[in-house]
Antibody, heavy 118, light 108 residues
């Protein structure tokens, strides 16, 4: 069974940093692109970043470029999101998801809540 | 950036009725890269369709999807109680994924 489990969310002050993790199991992690998607409270879904199988390509939504960094460790079957210079508008549930060749997201974690507030 | 506009914002229907959801793109989208998701309160989204019309694993055949270019449609032929929730379309283009704003299907 494919499983993705996020961790690392919490309350952080504006301007602070947080590192999210996503552990994968039940599939060959190194064979897939993986993606971060976020959802602000009561709002819709927003793609944040994704990363190629070997980490050689990474893409970000404009609003997080220069502040967030996506990375992965295939030996640990893990995906990461380093978030710096956090703003109130980054408050959201952050999901990691497995990305298919069609750029659809076929398996999702349960999400981890990040709250940016003083 | 390709913008996806979903309509209606909310659809109020009774179990057994037909639901038709629209997703319109600001410019042409490759059908290969158009997907639909269902999300229920407190849960992660679930993939329904990829490639505009290919049903994901385990999705009942009362769900269907179609479209090309800038206009895509998700249809639920006969609503079941478990079908109520929010539906999102999503596309890939120019190295970015974007989601529509969602259509909420609620019980009338």
């Amino acid at each position: 069974e494919v499983q993705l489990v996020e961790s690392g969310g919490g309350l952080v002050q504006p301007g602070g940093s947080l590192r999210l993790s996503c552990g994968a199991s039940g599939f060959t992690f190194s064979s897939y692109w993986v993606t971060w998607v976020r959802q602000a409270p009561g709002k819709g879904l927003e793609w944040v970043a994704n990363i190629k199988q070997d980490g050689s390509e990474k893409y970000y939504v404009d609003s997080v470029k220069g502040r967030f960094t996506v990375s992965r460790d295939n030996a640990k079957n893990s995906l990461y999101l380093q978030m710096n210079s956090l703003r109130a508008e980054d408050t959201a549930v952050y999901y990691c998801a497995r990305q298919r060749g069609s750029y659809s997201l076929d398996s999702w974690g349960q999400g981890t809540l990040v709250t940016v507030s003083s | 950036e390709i913008v996806l506009t979903q309509s209606p914002g909310t659809l109020s229907l009774s179990p057994g009725e037909r639901a038709t959801l629209s997703c319109r793109a600001s410019q042409s989208v490759s059908s290969s890269y158009l997907a639909w998701y269902q999300q229920k309160p407190g849960q992660a989204p679930r993939l329904l369709f990829y490639g505009a019309s290919s049903r994901a694993t385990g999705i009942p055949d009362r769900f269907s999807a179609s479209g090309s270019g800038t206009d895509f449609t998700l249809t639920i032929s006969r609503l079941e109680p478990e079908d109520f929730g929010v539906y999102y379309c999503q596309q890939y283009g120019n190295s970015a994924l974007t989601f529509g704003g969602g259509t909420k299907v609620e019980i009338k």
